[in-house]
């Protein structure tokens, strides 16, 4: 697949980048001659709570009726 979409866009391999966190799609993209970047999550534990984003006060005017 990494190949036939290299092929589709006639884009040369050496200008591609694959970012993955699968070992086998890394494998896959390191064999069809592309560079690779692994990413990878951080894991939260669910005892952490997340913090909610801060306020955004253009967001906020977006869902609130228009004053008459």
Not at 9 to 37: K, M, N, Q
Not at 42 to 50: G, Q
Request: charged content about 25%; proline content about 13%.
């Amino acid at each position: 697949m990494i190949t036939a979409a290299i092929h589709e866009r006639a884009t040369p391999a050496e200008s591609c980048l694959f970012v993955g966190s699968r070992d086998a799609d890394l494998t896959a993209a390191r064999a069809a001659g592309i560079d690779t970047i692994r990413h990878r999550r951080l894991d939260t534990s669910p005892a952490e709570p997340v913090a909610p984003p801060p306020p955004n006060p253009w967001f906020d005017a977006l869902s609130t009726p228009a004053k008459r």
